[in-house]
Protein backbone atom coordinates (compact mmCIF):
# COMPACT_ATOMS: atom_id res chain seq x y z
CA UNK A 1 0.00 0.00 0.00
CA UNK A 2 1.49 3.58 -1.09
CA UNK A 3 2.32 5.22 2.30
CA UNK A 4 -0.05 9.13 2.38
CA UNK A 5 2.24 11.59 1.92
CA UNK A 6 2.23 14.94 5.04
CA UNK A 7 2.51 18.43 4.16
CA UNK A 8 1.85 21.59 6.55
CA UNK A 9 -0.72 23.21 4.53
CA UNK A 10 0.28 27.03 5.09
CA UNK A 11 -3.04 29.57 4.55
CA UNK A 12 -3.49 33.25 5.28
CA UNK A 13 -6.16 33.88 8.11
CA UNK A 14 -8.33 35.76 6.07
CA UNK A 15 -8.61 32.96 3.38
CA UNK A 16 -8.90 30.28 5.60
CA UNK A 17 -12.42 28.55 5.48
CA UNK A 18 -13.22 30.24 2.06
CA UNK A 19 -14.70 28.11 -0.91
CA UNK A 20 -11.38 28.47 -2.64
CA UNK A 21 -9.30 26.87 0.26
CA UNK A 22 -11.76 24.51 0.95
CA UNK A 23 -11.51 23.12 -2.48
CA UNK A 24 -7.89 22.53 -2.00
CA UNK A 25 -8.04 21.26 1.19
CA UNK A 26 -10.58 18.56 0.09
CA UNK A 27 -9.23 18.05 -3.46
CA UNK A 28 -5.81 16.94 -1.77
CA UNK A 29 -7.62 14.64 0.90
CA UNK A 30 -9.09 13.10 -1.79
CA UNK A 31 -6.01 12.14 -3.60
CA UNK A 32 -4.52 10.87 -0.62
CA UNK A 33 -2.43 13.77 1.40
CA UNK A 34 -2.41 14.39 5.10
CA UNK A 35 -1.59 17.63 6.47
CA UNK A 36 -2.02 20.23 9.54
CA UNK A 37 -2.90 22.95 8.74
CA UNK A 38 -1.70 26.28 9.92
CA UNK A 39 -3.76 29.84 9.36
CA UNK A 40 -1.11 32.62 9.45
CA UNK A 41 -1.57 35.90 10.94
CA UNK A 42 1.86 37.04 9.53
CA UNK A 43 4.89 36.96 7.59
CA UNK A 44 6.73 36.10 10.51
CA UNK A 45 4.07 33.62 11.50
CA UNK A 46 4.54 31.90 7.94
CA UNK A 47 8.24 31.91 8.48
CA UNK A 48 8.27 30.26 12.13
CA UNK A 49 6.20 27.88 10.91
CA UNK A 50 8.14 26.36 7.90
CA UNK A 51 11.52 26.53 10.28
CA UNK A 52 9.73 24.59 12.73
CA UNK A 53 8.17 21.95 10.10
CA UNK A 54 9.13 18.71 11.04
CA UNK A 55 9.53 15.43 8.86
CA UNK A 56 7.34 16.18 5.74
CA UNK A 57 7.18 16.15 2.29
CA UNK A 58 6.95 19.80 1.98
CA UNK A 59 4.72 22.56 2.69
CA UNK A 60 1.93 23.76 1.22
CA UNK A 61 0.89 27.44 0.82
CA UNK A 62 -2.45 28.63 -0.38
CA UNK A 63 -2.13 32.24 -1.66
CA UNK A 64 -0.67 34.62 -4.10
CA UNK A 65 2.69 35.36 -5.39
CA UNK A 66 3.48 38.08 -2.49
CA UNK A 67 2.12 35.40 0.24
CA UNK A 68 4.67 33.29 -1.25
CA UNK A 69 7.85 35.43 -2.23
CA UNK A 70 7.60 36.27 1.92
CA UNK A 71 7.94 32.39 2.43
CA UNK A 72 11.20 31.65 0.58
CA UNK A 73 13.59 32.79 3.01
CA UNK A 74 12.37 29.86 5.12
CA UNK A 75 11.80 27.75 2.53
CA UNK A 76 15.67 27.98 1.09
CA UNK A 77 16.70 27.43 4.49
CA UNK A 78 14.89 24.39 5.36
CA UNK A 79 15.14 23.32 1.49
CA UNK A 80 11.63 22.01 1.48
CA UNK A 81 9.55 21.31 -1.47
CA UNK A 82 6.85 24.36 -2.49
CA UNK A 83 3.37 23.05 -3.14
CA UNK A 84 0.83 25.83 -4.50
CA UNK A 85 -2.52 26.09 -3.75
CA UNK A 86 -3.30 29.28 -6.40
CA UNK A 87 -5.66 32.03 -4.44
CA UNK A 88 -4.10 34.96 -5.31
CA UNK A 89 -5.36 37.50 -7.48
CA UNK A 90 -3.02 37.08 -10.72
CA UNK A 91 -1.09 34.02 -9.34
CA UNK A 92 2.09 34.40 -11.38
CA UNK A 93 4.39 32.17 -9.71
CA UNK A 94 2.04 28.84 -10.23
CA UNK A 95 1.05 30.05 -14.34
CA UNK A 96 4.95 29.99 -15.07
CA UNK A 97 4.88 26.24 -13.51
CA UNK A 98 1.83 25.47 -14.56
CA UNK A 99 -0.46 25.19 -11.42
CA UNK A 100 -2.84 27.99 -11.90
CA UNK A 101 -5.58 25.78 -12.12
CA UNK A 102 -6.18 24.24 -8.90
CA UNK A 103 -6.88 20.63 -10.15
CA UNK A 104 -3.46 20.77 -11.84
CA UNK A 105 -1.88 21.78 -8.53
CA UNK A 106 -2.95 19.60 -6.17
CA UNK A 107 -2.38 16.56 -8.86
CA UNK A 108 1.10 17.90 -9.04
CA UNK A 109 1.23 17.60 -5.33
CA UNK A 110 -0.47 14.15 -4.13
CA UNK A 111 1.83 12.63 -7.53
CA UNK A 112 5.19 14.22 -6.03
CA UNK A 113 6.14 15.75 -8.84
CA UNK A 114 9.15 17.99 -8.38
CA UNK A 115 11.63 20.33 -10.87
CA UNK A 116 13.89 22.71 -9.30
CA UNK A 117 13.35 26.56 -10.30
CA UNK A 118 15.68 29.60 -10.52
CA UNK A 119 14.98 31.96 -7.85
CA UNK A 120 16.74 35.86 -8.01
CA UNK A 121 18.02 37.91 -4.98
CA UNK A 122 17.56 41.69 -4.97
CA UNK A 123 19.60 43.59 -2.28
CA UNK A 124 19.51 40.15 -0.71
CA UNK A 125 15.96 39.70 -0.54
CA UNK A 126 14.93 36.63 -2.85
CA UNK A 127 11.94 36.92 -5.33
CA UNK A 128 9.72 34.50 -7.05
CA UNK A 129 8.98 36.75 -10.37
CA UNK A 130 10.46 40.18 -10.89
CA UNK A 131 11.42 43.60 -9.73
CA UNK A 132 9.62 46.13 -11.29
CA UNK A 133 10.40 50.22 -11.61
CA UNK A 134 8.59 52.81 -13.32
CA UNK A 135 5.09 51.93 -14.53
CA UNK A 136 5.04 48.54 -13.09
CA UNK A 137 6.04 49.71 -10.06
CA UNK A 138 3.23 52.53 -9.85
CA UNK A 139 1.24 49.79 -10.67
CA UNK A 140 2.27 47.64 -7.43
CA UNK A 141 1.20 50.58 -5.51
CA UNK A 142 -2.32 51.45 -6.91
CA UNK A 143 -3.17 47.83 -6.58
CA UNK A 144 -4.53 47.93 -2.83
CA UNK A 145 -5.96 44.52 -0.90
CA UNK A 146 -9.11 46.51 -1.33
CA UNK A 147 -9.02 47.09 -4.94
CA UNK A 148 -7.59 43.38 -5.30
CA UNK A 149 -10.64 42.13 -3.03
CA UNK A 150 -13.34 44.40 -5.31
CA UNK A 151 -12.21 43.89 -9.10
CA UNK A 152 -10.15 40.94 -8.35
CA UNK A 153 -8.34 39.78 -12.07
CA UNK A 154 -9.51 43.09 -13.24
CA UNK A 155 -8.20 45.64 -10.63
CA UNK A 156 -5.57 46.66 -12.86
CA UNK A 157 -8.06 48.17 -15.26
CA UNK A 158 -9.71 49.85 -12.47
CA UNK A 159 -6.11 51.53 -11.37
CA UNK A 160 -5.13 52.08 -14.87
CA UNK A 161 -6.41 56.19 -15.04
CA UNK A 162 -4.23 56.64 -11.79
CA UNK A 163 -1.30 54.88 -12.97
CA UNK A 164 -1.51 56.91 -16.36
CA UNK A 165 -1.89 60.28 -14.83
CA UNK A 166 1.36 59.04 -13.14
CA UNK A 167 3.73 58.13 -15.97
CA UNK A 168 7.23 59.29 -16.28
CA UNK A 169 10.56 58.77 -18.10
CA UNK A 170 13.03 58.17 -16.22
CA UNK A 171 16.89 57.03 -17.23
CA UNK A 172 18.19 53.86 -16.18
CA UNK A 173 22.06 52.70 -16.09
CA UNK A 174 22.36 48.71 -16.28
CA UNK A 175 25.31 47.14 -15.53
CA UNK A 176 25.42 43.59 -17.30
CA UNK A 177 28.66 42.12 -17.41
CA UNK A 178 31.01 44.76 -16.80
CA UNK A 179 29.17 46.62 -19.32
CA UNK A 180 26.93 49.68 -18.82
CA UNK A 181 23.22 49.73 -20.93
CA UNK A 182 21.84 53.41 -20.40
CA UNK A 183 18.48 54.05 -21.71
CA UNK A 184 15.43 56.19 -21.29
CA UNK A 185 12.04 54.33 -20.47
CA UNK A 186 8.78 54.32 -18.32
CA UNK A 187 9.22 50.72 -16.97
CA UNK A 188 11.88 48.41 -16.37
CA UNK A 189 11.20 44.52 -15.80
CA UNK A 190 13.99 41.93 -14.43
CA UNK A 191 12.48 38.92 -13.99
CA UNK A 192 13.11 35.00 -12.79
CA UNK A 193 9.97 33.86 -13.81
CA UNK A 194 7.40 33.89 -16.93
CA UNK A 195 4.60 36.73 -16.05
CA UNK A 196 4.02 39.88 -14.28
CA UNK A 197 0.44 40.87 -13.72
CA UNK A 198 -0.89 37.49 -15.49
CA UNK A 199 1.22 38.72 -18.86
CA UNK A 200 4.47 37.13 -20.04
CA UNK A 201 7.31 39.00 -19.66
CA UNK A 202 10.01 36.10 -20.54
CA UNK A 203 9.82 33.34 -22.71
CA UNK A 204 12.62 31.10 -21.66
CA UNK A 205 12.79 28.52 -18.93
CA UNK A 206 12.78 28.77 -15.33
CA UNK A 207 15.68 26.66 -14.99
CA UNK A 208 18.03 28.81 -16.89
CA UNK A 209 20.46 30.51 -14.77
CA UNK A 210 19.59 33.86 -16.36
CA UNK A 211 17.99 36.60 -15.14
CA UNK A 212 16.02 38.90 -17.88
CA UNK A 213 15.52 42.12 -18.35
CA UNK A 214 12.92 43.62 -20.55
CA UNK A 215 12.95 47.59 -20.67
CA UNK A 216 10.31 49.46 -22.32
CA UNK A 217 11.96 52.85 -23.93
CA UNK A 218 9.67 56.18 -23.59
CA UNK A 219 6.80 55.96 -25.47
CA UNK A 220 4.10 58.47 -27.12
CA UNK A 221 0.29 57.91 -26.08
CA UNK A 222 -0.52 55.94 -29.76
CA UNK A 223 3.03 54.03 -29.04
CA UNK A 224 2.06 52.84 -24.98
CA UNK A 225 -1.74 51.85 -26.59
CA UNK A 226 0.07 49.85 -29.43
CA UNK A 227 2.38 48.28 -27.11
CA UNK A 228 -0.40 47.31 -24.25
CA UNK A 229 -2.51 45.58 -27.00
CA UNK A 230 0.85 43.48 -28.00
CA UNK A 231 1.26 42.48 -24.54
CA UNK A 232 -2.75 41.55 -23.90
CA UNK A 233 -2.05 39.12 -26.93
CA UNK A 234 1.30 37.79 -25.91
CA UNK A 235 3.27 39.20 -28.27
CA UNK A 236 5.93 42.13 -27.51
CA UNK A 237 7.45 43.43 -30.67
CA UNK A 238 10.79 42.65 -31.56
CA UNK A 239 11.98 46.68 -32.22
CA UNK A 240 13.55 49.34 -30.50
CA UNK A 241 10.24 50.39 -28.37
CA UNK A 242 11.54 46.94 -26.35
CA UNK A 243 15.28 46.19 -24.92
CA UNK A 244 15.97 42.90 -23.67
CA UNK A 245 19.40 41.24 -22.11
CA UNK A 246 20.05 38.27 -19.89
CA UNK A 247 22.84 37.37 -17.57
CA UNK A 248 23.28 36.01 -14.03
CA UNK A 249 23.41 38.92 -12.70
CA UNK A 250 22.76 43.24 -13.19
CA UNK A 251 23.12 46.39 -11.29
CA UNK A 252 20.09 48.62 -11.83
CA UNK A 253 20.48 52.24 -11.51
CA UNK A 254 19.00 55.73 -11.61
CA UNK A 255 19.50 59.26 -11.06
CA UNK A 256 17.67 59.66 -8.30
CA UNK A 257 16.32 56.44 -5.54
CA UNK A 258 13.11 54.88 -7.99
CA UNK A 259 10.94 52.53 -6.06
CA UNK A 260 11.32 49.41 -6.88
CA UNK A 261 8.63 46.58 -6.96
CA UNK A 262 10.18 42.79 -5.29
CA UNK A 263 7.25 40.66 -6.67
CA UNK A 264 4.78 43.04 -6.02
CA UNK A 265 5.45 44.55 -3.23
CA UNK A 266 7.01 48.06 -2.96
CA UNK A 267 9.90 47.35 -0.82
CA UNK A 268 13.33 48.85 -2.05
CA UNK A 269 14.59 51.92 -3.77
CA UNK A 270 17.28 51.92 -6.54
CA UNK A 271 20.38 51.33 -6.92
CA UNK A 272 19.38 47.40 -6.81
CA UNK A 273 22.08 44.70 -7.07
CA UNK A 274 19.92 41.61 -8.05
CA UNK A 275 21.25 38.10 -8.75
CA UNK A 276 20.58 34.52 -9.74
CA UNK A 277 20.07 31.66 -7.57
CA UNK A 278 20.13 28.88 -9.73
CA UNK A 279 17.39 26.08 -9.23
CA UNK A 280 17.03 27.01 -5.81
CA UNK A 281 13.99 26.02 -5.33
CA UNK A 282 12.31 22.43 -6.07
CA UNK A 283 8.53 23.03 -6.61
CA UNK A 284 5.71 20.14 -7.13
CA UNK A 285 4.84 21.16 -10.83
CA UNK A 286 4.02 18.89 -13.94
CA UNK A 287 6.58 18.12 -16.34
CA UNK A 288 5.92 19.48 -18.88
CA UNK A 289 6.22 22.94 -17.79
CA UNK A 290 9.82 22.82 -18.54
Known amino acids: MTPRKSFVLILNGRSGGSSAADEGAELLRERGCEF ?88 ERPFLNVIALGLPAQAAREL ?35 DTVRARCEAALLGAGRYVGGFPIAYEDLDDGKLHLTVCRALTVSEALS ?19 AAAAMKLETAVPMDVAIDGDICAKTPVDVRILASKLRVFAPVNTR
Open 36 to 123: SIVLSGSPEETLKTIREAGDVAGIVIGGGDGTISLALPALIERGLPLGILPLGTANDFARSIGVADMKAACDAIAQGALRSVDLGVAN
Open 227 to 245: LALSALFRRLPQDDRILER
Open 144 to 178: TAERKRRFGMFAALAAAPSIARRRHVFTLNATIDG
